[in-house]
């Protein structure tokens, strides 16, 4: 079987129920949210084809035990500055910088791993167009990129937090080189948000909200981002201060 059609047939036979907002998922770049060196805000010169652009960690803490791990699914979702795709962002099947995007599990940081050895992992870029129906505005256009990682025995312990998976976006394609253009658009704005986290395993799945601790979307190149799906960015301008995830919560005090 396929890893596409494994990931199908696990998610259709595989109930999921919405937790309540006590148990929650969260992203943050550079380190799981909360832990030293995690910051909600990412500027990049755009200057450079190699090395990393970025990187998402997503982290959960669930409500029940799941004591044989199937499947995590990460999705998050990107809006922009100007409301359409950037070609920097376009890294689905046939996109400017189609498969710039890598997923992986485990790098020894401070959240708890819950795989015994590194899962099989896939990434799926979509480009989601505007909904002409939500009020008071449709949003954007954005892109959704769903995560997958299973293929090996994890195990989850109810109340503890655990590292879901790291989205990894590469710099490839940024700046010309002889015979392969840029795909334009890195200084644009980008606001990226969490949507959700499932964990699945036999007989067992759970769908945890994002976190309500931290703010709507994390900023790439100064963007901010409003309650509706808007983003609003600056061009590469003035960078904005990175902040740490302990002054983002002590907003909420």
Same mark, same amino acid.
């Given at each position: 079987?396929? $890893? =596409?059609?494994?990931?199908?047939?696990?998610?259709?036979?595989?109930?999921?129920? *919405? !937790? /309540?907002?006590?148990?929650?998922? #969260?992203?943050?770049?550079?380190?799981?949210?909360?832990?030293?060196?995690?910051?909600?805000?990412?500027?990049?010169?755009?200057?450079?084809?190699?090395?990393?652009?970025?990187?998402?960690?997503?982290?959960?803490?669930?409500?029940?035990?799941?004591?044989?791990?199937?499947?995590?699914?990460?999705?998050?979702?990107?809006?922009?500055?100007?409301?359409?795709?950037?070609?920097?962002?376009?890294?689905?099947?046939?996109?400017?910088?189609?498969?710039?995007?890598?997923? $992986? =599990?485990?790098?020894?940081?401070?959240?708890?791993?819950?795989?015994?050895?590194? *899962? !099989? /992992?896939?990434?799926?870029?979509? #480009?989601?167009?505007?909904?002409?129906?939500?009020?008071?505005?449709?949003?954007?256009?954005?892109?959704?990129?769903?995560?997958?990682?299973?293929?090996?025995?994890?195990?989850?312990?109810?109340?503890?937090?655990?590292?879901?998976?790291?989205?990894?976006?590469?710099?490839?394609?940024?700046?010309?080189?002889?015979g392969t253009p840029a795909c334009e658009g890195c200084c644009r704005g980008a606001c990226i948000a969490l949507r959700e986290i499932?964990?699945?395993?036999?007989?067992?799945?759970?769908?945890?909200?994002?976190?309500?601790?931290?703010?709507?979307?994390?900023?790439?190149?100064?963007?901010?981002?409003?309650?509706?799906?808007?983003?609003?960015?600056?061009?590469?301008?003035?960078?904005?201060?990175?902040?740490?995830?302990?002054?983002?919560?002590?907003?909420?005090?």
């Open positions: 079987m396929g $890893r =596409a059609a494994l990931v199908a047939a696990l998610l259709l036979a595989t109930p999921t129920t *919405p !937790i /309540a907002q006590s148990f929650y998922g #969260e992203i943050a770049f550079d380190a799981c949210a909360g832990d030293p060196g995690a910051v909600t805000s990412r500027e990049f010169a755009c200057d450079v084809n190699t090395g990393a652009a970025m990187t998402i960690y997503a982290s959960f803490t669930s409500p029940v035990d799941v004591p044989v791990v199937d499947l995590v699914r990460i999705v998050v979702e990107v809006t922009y500055d100007q409301g359409t795709i950037p070609d920097w962002w376009r890294m689905g099947p046939g996109g400017c910088r189609s498969g710039h995007v890598t997923v $992986r =599990a485990l790098d020894g940081g401070s959240c708890d791993g819950l795989w015994s050895q590194e *899962p !099989i /992992a896939s990434a799926l870029v979509e #480009e989601i167009p505007p909904d002409p129906y939500p009020q008071p505005q449709p949003p954007p256009w954005r892109t959704r990129i769903t995560a997958d990682l299973g293929g090996t025995p994890g195990a989850v312990v109810a109340g503890v937090r655990y590292q879901a998976g790291m989205i990894t976006i590469r710099n490839g394609r940024t700046i010309d080189v002889p499932t964990v699945s395993g036999p007989g067992t799945g759970i769908t945890l909200p994002p976190s309500p601790f931290y703010p709507f979307a994390l900023s790439w190149q100064s963007a901010q981002s409003s309650t509706h799906g808007g983003c609003f960015g600056s061009q590469c301008a003035t960078p904005a201060r990175s902040r740490t995830w302990g002054q983002i919560k002590s907003l909420y005090r």
